[in-house]
């Protein structure tokens, strides 16, 4: 057993095989329809979301776990042997659960936590979570492995496309670009995440179809892809759906066919993003190859 816990909240999406190989432990984020409190693992069929999302008259709303969900992850890792853990959150631009946990963990002397805000989610954050599993069961220290994280989170990022605008504006989760998307009903905005300016969601292309969004993201993705190989970074990149796995799975075959160096995955985006962006959603979330990392 590694010395050091490590411990997620569920917008990582790590795949269930994975969490149990090294051990993860999962806070499961809340997700509130009207007065009904639900939790990520209540959908195990990620598409049973999004069906109860178009049907319901009361659209969802998201808020961090409870202070006891965390308490219990910490006091599950100490009863587990553990006297380090390192807890990785979603961007802390998209929810409070970065600085949360932070408060919770600094009043625990009987376990000794660290918080990494991993300035994105989904795979984003699964695979910087999965990294520091990595790390840690090789025995590598905590400072190590956040210099690890800094340099693979430096080296992420994402294009995304979504269905309809209003669910981010509904939810208040768009930072930069309204102008491109304002008052464009019918429009699919291309939308980005910088994860070296604090993980903001910013607008910086629009479609009017979401099969048009490829065109965009591949010649732009191209030349990320030509300064990682310049750079001597191999790369791993992860397309996701919000229930849209047709067009995700047709992405993956462009992909694949285009840059047959890259390591490709397939991934959700689950219902604690989903609320925010919406069903439909489509994106890729690029990084140096986290594997690599390990040397």
């Not at 790590?14 to 990520?40: A, C, M, R, S, W």
């Not at 995700?248 to 995955?265: M, N, S, T």
Request: hydrophobic share 40%; with cysteine; proline share 4%.
């Amino acid at each position: 057993m590694s010395k050091i816990a490590i411990i997620v909240d569920s917008s990582s999406y790590i795949p269930k095989d994975q969490l149990k190989k090294h051990h993860i432990y999962v806070i499961d984020n809340p997700i509130i329809f009207g007065e009904t409190i639900y939790h990520e693992f209540n959908w195990p069929v990620n598409a049973d979301f999004y069906q109860q999302m178009a049907t319901t008259p009361i659209q969802p709303t998201t808020s961090q776990p409870a202070p006891g969900d965390f308490e219990a992850a910490f006091q599950a890792a100490k009863d587990d042997g553990y006297k380090q853990a390192l807890v990785i959150t979603l961007s802390s631009d998209f929810s409070g659960t970065f600085l949360n946990t932070s408060a919770i963990a600094s009043s625990h002397f009987d376990i000794d936590i660290h918080v990494w805000d991993s300035r994105i989610a989904c795979l984003g954050a699964g695979n910087q979570a999965l990294l520091a599993a990595d790390l840690a069961e090789k025995g590598i220290g905590i400072d190590e492995i956040l210099s690890k994280l800094q340099i693979l989170r430096s080296r992420t990022g994402v294009f995304f496309v979504v269905d309809s605008i209003s669910h981010l504006q509904r939810t208040g989760r768009l930072s930069g670009g309204q102008a491109l998307v304002a008052g464009l009903l019918n429009i699919k905005p291309i939308l980005n995440i910088n994860t070296n300016k604090q993980g903001k969601i910013d607008a910086v292309a629009k479609t009017r179809k979401m099969s048009g969004a490829w065109r965009y993201i591949e010649k732009h993705f191209a030349k990320i892809a030509d300064n990682y190989q310049r750079a001597g970074w191999p790369m791993r990149v992860s397309i996701l759906d919000a229930d849209n796995p047709e067009l995700a799975d047709a992405w993956l075959k462009r992909a694949e066919k285009r840059w047959p160096e890259i390591i490709f995955e397939r991934g959700i985006i689950g219902p604690l993003v989903g609320v925010h962006i919406g069903g439909k959603a489509v994106g890729l979330i690029w990084a140096e190859d986290y594997k690599r990392l390990e040397d």
